[in-house]
């Protein structure tokens, strides 16, 4: 079974998700929901058909401005769904960005990493990299979409 692109834009309290069927993961935002069940449900729903048949390398990128400590039994939910694919011989990449600054988001992570039993990897990042690197996103989706066209 083969899963769709899906894309959740992001709003004032919840963050953009881009799940892809080639195994590219994106959570980047700000993760403020207080009631996470049924925001994440088509997320929840597409990981669920995603790992019955996931891509070689699957690569989990986060990269959040806000995380309540409400919000991370979500996360771990999610990853714990995500991890089994190691069990089918795939790989997993997870990698955790945050601001050079932000103490709270990097311990939230190595949170996570800890819970789960699994390596992250821990990306400090600066403002000026923050927009190197959605500028970098935003260019390459633009060239993809006119050489399809």
């Known amino acids: 079974m083969s899963v769709d692109k899906l894309r959740i834009s992001p709003t004032k309290y919840t963050p953009e998700i881009n799940l892809?069927?080639?195994?590219m993961i994106i959570i980047r935002g700000r993760s403020m929901v207080s009631e996470m069940t049924?925001?994440?449900?088509q997320t929840d729903e597409w990981i669920d058909k995603y790992?019955?048949?996931?891509?070689?390398?699957?690569?989990?990128?986060?990269?959040?401005?806000?995380?309540?400590?409400?919000?991370?039994?979500?996360?771990i939910s999610l990853l714990?769904?995500?991890?089994?694919?190691?069990?089918?011989?795939?790989?997993?990449?997870?990698?955790?960005f945050y601001d050079e600054?932000?103490?709270?988001?990097?311990?939230?992570?190595?949170?996570?990493?800890?819970i789960l039993n699994i390596p992250f990897n821990f990306i400090a990042i600066s403002v000026p990299d923050t927009?190197?690197?959605q500028t970098s996103f935003i260019t390459d989706f633009?060239?993809?979409?006119?050489?399809?066209?």
């Open 80 to 96: 714990s769904k995500i991890i089994s694919i190691q069990l089918q011989n795939k790989k997993l990449i997870i990698n955790w």
């Open 38 to 41: 049924e925001f994440f449900k």
């Open 20 to 23: 892809s069927p080639d195994g």
């Open 51 to 75: 790992i019955c048949n996931p891509a070689e390398i699957t690569c989990v990128d986060f990269h959040l401005e806000y995380l309540p400590t409400s919000n991370i039994k979500f996360y």
């Open 101 to 114: 600054d932000d103490e709270d988001i990097l311990e939230k992570g190595e949170y996570i990493s800890t």
């Open 131 to 133: 927009i190197n690197i």
């Open 142 to 149: 633009d060239i993809n979409s006119i050489n399809k066209n």
